[in-house]
């Protein structure tokens, strides 16, 4: 019987500790949050033990599961890997740069097993989309675009320890389309604007933000983000190759008007309402990715050495939008 723990009892902990359990019903699952009582329904609601503190949820045998605040993640990932756990993480592996190469050379050292939460890797439409490029189905990739349009903004207490826009909602796109494309970034222009109502300014981050990329093969990537969007929640992309082009997350839920008559906006009840119900997929998938890690029987599909590329990348958003200029990822270290 797999034995594993996930310490955080939120949103995505829960979500995550769901998945684990359907995707194996036999599974012996530990739950433990700070927050007692949050841990204690969780566990009641899915049928896991509660474990008594860190030290009695490192005590499983085979993985670990961190959805706990970004700033707990390099220890508890160190915690993990010492224990001879595989580890799941929630991006990001680090809140800084210089943790995140820490937490990197660690796992490189170790020879350790860790994944990182980048879910678009593992969403059905994203896969297909990557698969094929790899087999040349589309040809030379000219243009990547993707869009992050977030049905409404996160409470003003987030956004004042989010990082910014880049770091906590374009990311997944500084993830996802080297990923798709089969090539580095090599180069970012950003460019943020205020354009609704919050604390956006006082905060030194934008409502809007658009990103130019450059990536080492040529080719060029316009990622284009909102905080609000009246029709609800649209995260999706579209390639551009020499032999064809395709999308993925352009669905009938897509709540996005044609005005040329084939379809309306579909009704806010029937469109995607946030990130755990767009990406319901891939978050399931990824658990079920991690099991296989656990397993030593699957690849993992995210290493933290990935995840440090999308936060160089992230870092170089924010050199171009204090700077106005555009910034070669050479440039981060």
């Known amino acids: 019987m797999t034995q594993i723990a996930v310490l955080g009892a939120g949103r995505i902990g829960s979500l995550h500790a769901a998945n684990l359990l359907d995707a194996e019903p036999g599974l012996d699952l530990v739950v433990h949050d ?5 841990a204690e329904a969780l566990a009641a609601r899915i049928g896991a033990r509660v474990a008594h503190g860190v030290a009695d949820a490192l005590a499983v045998r085979d993985g670990l599961v ?12 160190a915690e993990g890997v010492e224990h001879g756990l595989a580890v799941f993480c929630e991006k990001p592996v680090a809140t800084t740069l210089a943790e995140a190469h820490r937490v990197t050379a660690l796992v490189r050292r170790t020879g350790a097993r860790v994944q990182i939460g980048f879910q678009r890797r593992r969403d059905p439409g994203y896969v297909r989309m990557r698969a094929a490029v790899a087999a040349g189905d589309l040809g030379d990739v000219l243009m990547v675009r993707a869009t992050a349009f977030d049905a409404e903004p996160p409470p003003a207490s987030y956004l004042a320890v989010s990082g910014g ?3 906590d909602c374009v990311v997944h796109d500084l993830d996802a389309v080297p ?4 090539q580095r970034i090599t180069e970012v222009y950003a ?4 354009l609704t109502e919050g604390p956006y300014a006082e905060l030194g981050d934008h409502d809007v933000l658009t990103v130019l990329l450059t990536l080492e093969g040529g080719t060029r990537g316009v990622l284009t983000a909102s ?7 649209d995260h999706r992309v579209e390639l551009l190759g020499t032999k064809g082009s395709a999308a993925a997350g352009l669905t009938d839920r897509t ?7 084939a379809r309306r ?10 990130f755990l119900d767009r990406f319901a997929p891939a978050y399931a998938a990824e658990m079920t990715d991690f099991l296989r890690l656990c397993r030593g029987t699957g690849e993992n599909p995210c290493p933290p050495e990935a995840a440090l590329d999308a936060m160089r990348a992230v870092a170089a958003v924010q050199v171009s939008l204090r700077e106005g200029r555009r910034v070669a990822l050479d440039e981060i270290d």
């Open 179 to 182: 990923w798709l494309a089969g």
């Open 265 to 274: 906006a579909p009704a806010p009840a029937d469109g995607h309402w946030g």
């Open 191 to 194: 460019d943020g604007a205020v």
């Open 165 to 167: 826009m880049a770091a």
């Open 227 to 233: 905080r609000t969007d009246p029709h609800g929640y």
């Open 255 to 261: 709540p996005l008007a044609l005005l040329d008559g």
């Open 66 to 77: 961190v959805a706990t605040p970004s700033h707990t993640h390099p220890g508890l990932i």
């Open 34 to 38: 700070s927050d007692t009582a949050a």
